[in-house]
């Protein structure tokens, strides 16, 4: 079975703080994807990034930066330099490959509060 | 790119009446769709898995003669909740996972439908 843990419920910082969103995953299998999502108080998932299971290389794009390691099966999510644009819930999700592996296992959420 | 449309935004019906939100994605052929459920402050629960020119798949607990989903072509689908009742409240989300190109297999959501049963 697979699982996703965001530990952080809610994180809540001040404009121009980085921030590091937490992820991490339980899957027995060799390949797989993790993805995140933000879904803004709009209500739309907004999907940010996709990441293989074969493909550790770290990424960052604009403000956003992943960080996947597999030793430690985590899967985490930094913003530098917060906006309050920024305030969503955040999540991390987790998929297998082929057929019905492809249904999305996603975590609790984080909710990001951005203070001016 | 990569857009997916889902109608209504909000719908108020009254108990016993059924109601029907669509799913289209727009720019992209997705022959598997999902259709979630969301309550305050949770998780996305996944209800079913939409498959273009076959049966849905229902998640374990999910009436199906309740959520009833239709997957007529490759870019549709949709989801009518039959005789709805206030406990059917709730905020869904439908997702179309992508065919194939480079964004192969990922899900893009649909901005939900708020649906309240007086």
């Known amino acids: 079975a697979q699982k996703v843990t965001q530990a952080q419920t809610e994180i809540s910082v001040v404009e121009k703080e980085d921030v590091t969103l937490d992820c991490v995953y339980e899957?027995?299998?060799?390949?797989?994807?993790l993805f995140w999502y933000k879904q803004p108080p709009s209500g739309e998932l907004v999907f940010l990034i996709r990441?293989?299971?074969?493909?550790?290389q770290n990424e960052i794009s604009g403000r956003y930066s992943w960080n996947f390691q597999k030793s430690t099966s985590s899967f985490n999510f930094t913003i530098t330099a917060s906006q309050v644009v920024d305030s969503a819930v955040y999540f991390c999700a987790l998929s297998g490959s082929g057929g019905s592996n492809y249904k999305l296992t996603f975590g609790k959420g984080t909710l990001l509060t951005v203070n001016p | 790119g990569a857009v997916v449309s889902q109608h209504p935004s909000r719908v108020i019906c009254k108990s016993g009446t059924s109601v029907k939100i669509e799913c289209r994605s727009l720019d992209f052929q997705a022959t598997t769709m999902f259709w979630y459920r969301q309550f305050p402050k949770q998780s996305l629960m996944l209800m079913a898995t939409?498959?273009?020119?076959?049966?849905?798949?229902?998640e374990q607990g999910v009436e199906k003669d309740k959520f009833l989903i239709n997957h007529a072509s490759l870019t549709l689908s949709t989801l009518t909740v039959t005789s709805a009742h206030p406990e059917d409240s709730s905020f869904y989300i439908c997702s179309a996972r992508d065919d194939g190109g480079p964004a192969k297999n990922i899900q893009y959501f649909g901005a939900g439908t708020r649906l309240s049963v007086l």
């Open positions: 990441r293989n299971s074969f493909d550790e």
């Open positions: 939409s498959n273009e020119g076959s049966k849905a798949t229902y």
């Open positions: 899957t027995r299998d060799t390949t797989y994807y």
